[in-house]
């Protein structure tokens, strides 16, 4: 993009000096997290800039699976997820009014599969806390036969499974394109360039340098760039030691089955897509920033498919995707202001649960910017706790 480009794209509230653009806030990163920062500032009246350097959408957020669910995410993620449901909720609702773009939030029932005795109690253990912690949902173990009766192609090496009666999906490409169509009506712009460097000047506002040389000058940044968030160490001085995690899904082609139930197993899952394509996956791989798909993770993919549906060993392949999740060393997300630089805000680190926190960690953001505050306790996920 050059800069007559950005030029005739400006908004009111932007002023141009040569090729400086000056503006209030900057998100960096146009994926789950970005987009949803952006919707919840524009919401509140504050106006803002994406930088996103490929398509939106392109990376993990773009390929997610997009399961949205807190029971898989105890702990210190729980309170987060919890928010995190609460509010696709509610984004399904206005989306839907505003725009329209379908983007496949569907409530259905889905059954974690166990094929051994470690499995069964493992599965068994898990209803009785997941029931505590979660009210508003159902856990019920089935017998074989029960789950039979919800998806005859199960194998019948099935000892049991868990039934989730209130389990969420969602289109997660759909649901961003939705989701900036509201803030794009709002006025946010979005840049399709690469940040290349980032400096902040004693007594002044953050600059940010992009690859056409474009300088972009702003009151504060939010950095929500994915595993790409670990080049915030190359501009300051602050140790941000986000790494990628590959992971790789199928989507199949089968016709007349999973029409009732969507099927999970040891991390692996299977779902009948709004698309009617069969979406499976997923492998968990350190390749660095690999996004390139693999023979090996087909076949690892098909076999964990086989094993809880053997008849989608005759599917059709229709498309393979790879995308690269942000992970932290201690695999919790990254959310908050620096403390060494008030004016940088890090919302990152979802790893395979990015869909169902993203609009919480947007939220938080959007507060933290708006009134320096929010209800939720973001301690464990600071930034600043891998100085």
């Given at each position: 993009m050059n800069y007559a480009t950005l030029q005739t794209s400006v908004s009111w509230d932007w002023k141009i000096t040569l090729n400086t653009i000056k503006t209030d806030i900057v998100i960096i990163g146009g994926g789950i997290v970005g987009i949803t920062t952006a919707y919840y500032l524009v919401k509140s009246g504050i106006n803002c800039l994406v930088i996103e350097k490929d398509a939106l959408g392109s990376h993990a957020s773009g390929f997610a699976y997009g399961s949205i669910g807190a029971s898989k995410l105890q702990g210190l993620n729980y309170p987060l997820a919890l928010k995190g449901c609460s509010l696709h909720n509610e984004l399904n609702e206005f989306l839907t009014r505003e725009t329209n773009i379908d983007i496949q939030y569907r409530?259905?029932?889905?059954?974690?599969?166990?094929?051994?005795?470690?499995?069964?109690?493992?599965?068994?253990?898990?209803?009785?806390?997941?029931?505590?912690?979660?009210?508003?949902?159902?856990?019920?173990?089935?017998?074989?036969?029960?789950?039979?009766?919800?998806?005859?192609?199960?194998?019948?090496?099935?000892?049991?499974?868990?039934?989730?009666?209130?389990?969420?999906?969602?289109?997660?490409?759909?649901?961003?394109?939705?989701?900036?169509?509201?803030?794009?009506?709002?006025?946010?712009?979005?840049?399709?360039?690469?940040?290349?460097?980032?400096k902040i000047p004693h007594s002044d506002s953050p600059l940010i340098t992009l690859g056409n040389n474009i300088q972009i000058s702003c009151e504060k940044i939010v950095v929500s760039m994915g595993p790409w968030t670990q080049n915030l160490s190359n501009w300051i001085n602050v140790k941000m030691p986000i790494k990628p995690l590959k992971g790789q899904i199928l989507r199949l082609e089968m016709p007349g089955i999973m029409k009732n139930c969507s099927l999970s197993w040891s991390g692996n899952y299977a779902d009948l897509k709004g698309d009617g394509l069969i979406w499976t996956g997923t492998t968990e791989e350190n390749e660095g920033f690999n996004e390139t798909v693999s023979d090996e993770g087909r076949t690892q993919i098909m076999q964990s498919a086989i094993k809880m549906i053997p008849c989608l060993e005759r599917a059709k392949v229709v498309l393979q995707t790879a995308c690269l999740r942000p992970m932290a060393p201690d695999n919790l997300p990254v959310l908050g202001k620096l403390d060494n630089y008030p004016h940088i805000y890090i919302a990152t680190g979802g790893l395979r649960s990015g869909i169902t926190l993203g609009p919480a960690m947007g939220k938080i953001i959007s507060e933290l910017i708006s009134n320096n505050s929010t209800q939720l306790d973001i301690t464990p996920f600071s930034p600043n706790r891998f100085d």
């Open positions: 409530v259905k029932s889905s059954i974690k599969l166990a094929f051994n005795e470690e499995e069964k109690e493992f599965l068994s253990n898990s209803i009785s806390s997941e029931f505590k912690e979660d009210k508003r949902n159902q856990f019920n173990w089935l017998e074989p036969s029960q789950i039979f009766s919800f998806e005859p192609n199960v194998s019948k090496e099935v000892i049991g499974g868990v039934l989730q009666k209130h389990s969420l999906d969602v289109d997660p490409y759909k649901l961003l394109l939705a989701l900036y169509e509201v803030c794009e009506r709002r006025g946010v712009k979005l840049v399709n360039s690469e940040v290349i460097d980032l």
